[in-house]
């Protein structure tokens, strides 16, 4: 005897997915809050034409609120990509240590950890930035970190033009490793 297995067919409609970039900034005050943004709009300007973005910015006061803590924590397991913006002149929070132990032991899908420094040359910068560099091998993420100079920043640059154009390039590979991720399908089962 044999049995056939018959299922419905899928139309066009039924299959397309309008799938969202998200992005999860933390950021230490209005400044860095400020060039946070800068990074995502210049993400979304060279990659807006290959799907929606969407952001959700947590400022790290708030993180010290549990409630909060746990929805940006959910925030970032669910973002492709999360940008960490401080001055780099002091430690991380230990609130932001806790979201970022939070999010990490979450099953989570982001390509990438970004850091983002005010300070060019810190000691404390160098050790969050080791810090963030570990999280991100943790998370099998990939990690860019961008001391001093923001997208959108050259006339303010604290160094001569071939410098900043090494500092461009860097935002370029960032937005092509995102590139190559997306191009990958997302079913949304078993990500």
Not at 57 to 63: A, T
């Amino acid at each position: 005897m044999q049995s056939t297995l018959t299922f419905p067919s899928f139309g066009p409609s039924d299959l397309e997915v309008n799938p969202t970039f998200n992005v999860v900034v933390a950021y230490e005050d209005f400044e860095t809050g400020k060039r946070a943004k800068k990074t995502y709009d210049y993400l979304a300007e060279h990659l807006g034409h290959e799907c929606p973005f969407t952001n959700q910015m947590w400022k790290f006061d708030v993180l010290a609120v549990p409630k909060l803590r746990a929805m940006a924590a959910k925030d970032a397991a669910a973002a492709d990509i999360i940008i960490i913006a401080s001055h780099g002149t002091n430690p991380l929070p230990a609130e932001v240590r806790l979201w970022i132990e939070l999010w990490l032991g979450e099953t989570g899908r982001a390509i990438a950890l970004v850091a983002l420094f005010d300070s060019l040359d810190s000691c404390e910068a160098d050790l969050v930035r080791a810090y963030l560099a570990s999280v991100a091998g943790r998370g099998k993420m990939e990690f860019f970190s961008q001391p001093g100079l923001w997208p959108g920043r050259k006339e303010e640059a604290h160094s001569n033009d071939d410098a900043w154009e090494k500092h461009e390039k860097a935002f370029s590979v960032l937005a092509g490793v995102v590139e190559e991720n997306w191009a990958m399908p997302r079913w949304g089962i078993n990500e």
